[in-house]
């Protein structure tokens, strides 16, 4: 083994906390090893920030197993695919698959374009807004909502409307008007969307107290939980019924925009073979339910933070921010001028393979959403290091996937000095640069470099077949020659191995239509009012400029890099990072 970390020299309580790698990024494993032990009264804790260990215990599936019990708090709607384990895993993970195709991610991506437009709307008439010049002071509750509404509508046939917003003729379908509703409807005290926000915002309070405890607590947050609570599982029966009569009526499509019916089909014999016995026996009502909430629990969260963090750090990095405007002109120029009529994949695979999938995958690689992946052995294991060197681990050994600081191992990343904040730093591999995705930068990627390292999966393609990890049959795999590829283990935003998020490919087509839709037209600056008023800043010079918007620029790093938290995914939980979104041409910074 590499290091040890002992109790004695006060250090071990800066592994205790659930979010500690991305806190230290990559300091401790520089220190001890990319893979390093915490012997404790409890057992050995295994800290991993090895590519090569990671894949290998992603890759092994059986001997590895997800500790399920850190799970329960997502499992109060029913059992699902990211909280069982084995046989159930893989009837879980083998049925609901079937949603996620390029047909439904078709529908994702005319509903994220939809929605990015829809969102501007709604920075553009609030309170001393314009529809050219928008005060955001937090991007994440619009990031939010858009990301509800997009897997609400791509994956359930269920729209949600921003304020204001109203159902067009011929829009509404019979039955789903309680779900689209501004108002909560007979049977509710909530509408969907606020129940949805309420759980999602607040549901580690179901990992806190039972659910009778719960509904018994006299507390204003509390309740306010359990009102969500309730209200969601009501709605989640009626949108069960109303998939599943349809269904006996013919009238739903199982592959095709829908993440529930494939359950739903999976559950039962269909009518006509009634004596035809279920091929998946795990698969019931509660795991249909269960699977709907994670399906818009983790399609809501993590694609929410990945927008606000790449806003973010485009306005923290305004070159890269107008060297990406100049790529989606070029791109954009033979397409139609309304992003609406952008066909799909064609106009995902030239943007994802471009300098915007490299600013994605850059965002992805500084802040992930899941900051610790845990695992445990069940068997004695024998691991082998990227050097070569060959470790044992004992039956029981618990350990994380250190996301943040595996994507800061020097040793898996291209890097050079940094010059963006601390020039002369040993690396910029805290800074957000994408060009070191870029195979073209010479800088980053040397002609004379070997490539075949290079030739891993992309992760803004298709996910690798795998027999434990079903692609559908009509998604062909991407193969891009323009963007760098970790090698295995090293770039783990959605996981690694069979285990892998069902999702990431879905998440790509959402992230990519929205900032290409957002910023065709827009930019996205620093909210500078702090260190100067509106007035000041116009009647400024370009240094003076430059001036107030380097102390922006200061406060924001300290913030991304000090004060994010919590306990599932990272997001700015104390002082926001407030920006300013004008039409291009109306920005006041260089």
């Not at 709307?121 to 001393?128: I, T």
């Not at 681990?393 to 000095?417: D, I, L």
């Not at 193969?479 to 283990?489: D, I, K, V, Y």
């Not at 087509?509 to 957002?518: F, I, T």
């Amino acid at each position: 083994m590499e290091g040890t970390l002992a109790t004695t020299n006060g250090r071990v309580n800066r592994v205790l906390d659930t979010i500690w790698s991305y806190r230290e990024k990559y300091g401790l494993f520089a220190q001890y090893g990319d893979v390093f032990l915490v012997v404790t009264p409890g057992g050995l804790y295994m800290a991993n920030a090895s590519p090569a260990v990671i894949h290998q215990i992603a890759t092994r599936r059986s001997e590895w197993v997800k500790p399920i019990e850190h799970y329960s708090v997502v499992e109060h709607f029913g059992p699902n695919v990211v909280t069982t384990e084995g046989s159930t895993w893989r009837d879980h993970r083998k049925v609901s698959s079937a949603g996620f195709n390029e047909r439904s991610n078709a529908v994702v991506w005319k509903e994220s374009i939809r929605q990015a437009g829809e969102m501007v709307k709604a920075w553009g008439k609030r309170e001393g807004n314009s529809k050219h010049s928008m005060w955001v002071g937090d991007v994440y509750p619009d990031a939010a909502t858009t990301s509800l509404h997009i897997i609400s509508q791509s994956g359930f046939g269920v729209k949600l409307l921003w304020p204001g917003e109203e159902q067009k003729d011929g829009e509404a379908v019979e039955g789903y008007d309680k779900f689209s509703s501004h108002e909560p409807m007979a049977g509710h005290t909530m509408t969907f969307k606020e129940s949805m926000h309420t759980m999602l915002r607040d549901f580690i309070w179901m990992g806190v107290f039972s659910k009778t405890t719960l509904e018994k607590l006299p507390f204003k947050r509390t309740k306010k939980v359990w009102e969500g609570y309730s209200n969601l599982n009501i709605y989640l029966h009626e949108l069960y019924d109303l998939k599943k009569n349809a269904i006996a009526k013919g009238l739903a499509e199982k592959d095709a925009l829908d993440l529930m019916a494939p359950l739903i089909i999976a559950s039962a014999p269909l009518p006509s073979t009634p004596n035809t016995p279920n091929p998946f026996p795990s698969i019931g009502q509660p795991e249909i339910l269960g699977n709907a909430f994670i399906f818009l629990f983790a399609g809501h969260e993590t694609t929410a933070n990945s927008l606000t963090f790449l806003l973010i750090l485009l306005a923290l990095n305004l070159p890269a921010q107008r060297h990406l405007q100049r790529t989606l002109s070029t791109i954009l120029s033979s397409l139609p001028p309304n992003p609406s009529d952008w066909p799909y994949p064609s106009t995902f695979n030239k943007l994802s393979n471009s300098y915007l999938g490299a600013c994605i995958n850059e965002q992805l690689r500084l802040i992930p959403s899941v900051v610790m992946i845990p695992k445990r052995s069940i068997t004695p294991q024998t691991l082998v290091l990227d050097d070569g060197r060959v470790f044992k681990v004992p039956k029981g050994t618990f350990q994380h996937f250190c996301a943040p600081s595996v994507h800061r191992n020097p040793h898996a990343w291209p890097h050079r000095n940094s010059s963006q904040r601390s020039p002369g730093r040993a690396n910029d591999l805290d800074d957000f640069v994408p060009e070191r995705w870029m195979l073209s930068d010479p800088t980053y990627h040397p002609p004379t470099s070997s490539s075949s390292s290079n030739r891993t999966a992309n992760p803004t393609a298709a996910p690798t077949k795998n027999p434990e990890t079903p692609t559908p049959s009509d998604l062909d795999p991407d193969h891009s020659t323009t963007l760098f590829h970790p090698a295995p283990g090293a770039f783990i935003p959605f996981s690694d191995g069979p285990r892998a998020c069902l999702g990431r490919r879905f998440a790509m087509v959402e992230l990519v239509a929205l900032a290409a839709a957002l910023l065709k037209d827009y930019s996205v600056e620093l909210d500078t009012r702090e260190w100067a008023s509106e007035g000041a800043v116009e009647a400024m010079d370009t240094g003076a400029r430059a001036k107030v918007y380097g102390m922006a620029v200061e406060r924001g790093w300290r913030v991304l890099e000090g004060e994010l938290g919590g306990l599932v995914t990272l997001q700015c939980v104390g002082r926001k990072i407030g920006v300013r979104v004008c039409r291009k041409g109306g920005e006041r910074f260089e």
